[in-house]
Antibody, heavy 117, light 110 residues
């Protein structure tokens, strides 16, 4: 069974940093690209970042470019999101989601990040 | 402002049929496959339809998808109260090098 489990969320002050993790299981992690997607309270889905299976290709949304850094460790079946210079508008549930090239299929349960001012 | 455009809400009675539209452009829907997700309250999005009109095995055939040009449609027949959820469309945007989503449509089964 494909599973993605996010962790690392919590309460952080504006301007602070946080590192999210996503643990993958049930599939060959090293063969898939993965994404980070977030959802602010009561709002829709916002794609944040894509990282290819071998980390050679990385994309970011303009809203986080220069502040967030995505990385992965295929030996540990893990995905990471380093978030710096956090703003109030970064408050959201953060999901990792598997990329099947033609679609994003499996999603984790999400981890809540709250940025206080 | 979402790149893909969906109606904010739709509603219909149990047993009836409803459609949800998703409008984009040549750089996303017009050049890519469309994916649909169902998000029940308090849960993560769940894959409902991929590659425009393919259902994961666990999704009943009451759900269908179609695409024409730069628009896509999700159809749900035989509506049940358990179908009440937010529905999102998504596609890869080749100009943005990004996955883009619609703003979501809240389905109410009256």
């Amino acid at each position: 069974e494909v599973q993605l489990v996010e962790s690392g969320g919590g309460l952080v002050q504006r301007g602070g940093s946080l590192r999210l993790s996503c643990a993958a299981s049930g599939f060959t992690f090293s063969r898939y690209a993965v994404n980070w997607v977030r959802q602010a309270p009561g709002k829709g889905l916002e794609w944040l970042s894509y990282i290819s299976s071998d980390s050679s290709t990385i994309y970011y949304a303009d809203s986080v470019k220069g502040r967030f850094t995505v990385s992965r460790d295929n030996a540990m079946n893990s995905l990471y999101l380093q978030m710096n210079s956090l703003r109030a508008e970064d408050t959201a549930v953060y999901y990792c989601a598997r990329d099947k090239r033609l679609s994003v299929d499996y999603w984790g349960q999400g981890t809540l990040v709250t940025v206080s001012s | 402002q979402s790149v893909l455009t969906q109606p904010p809400s739709v509603s219909a009675a149990p047993g009836q049929r409803v459609t949800i539209s998703c409008s984009g452009s040549s750089s996303n829907i017009g050049n890519s496959y469309v994916t649909w997700y169902q998000q029940l309250p308090g849960t993560a999005p769940k894959l409902l339809m991929f590659e425009n009109n393919k259902r994961p095995s666990e999704i009943p055939d009451r759900f269908s998808g179609s695409k024409s040009g730069t628009s896509a449609t999700l159809g749900i027949t035989g509506l049940q109260t358990g179908d009440e959820a937010d529905y999102y469309c998504g596609a890869w945007d080749s100009s943005l090098s990004a996955w883009v989503f619609g703003g979501g449509t809240k389905l109410t089964v009256l």
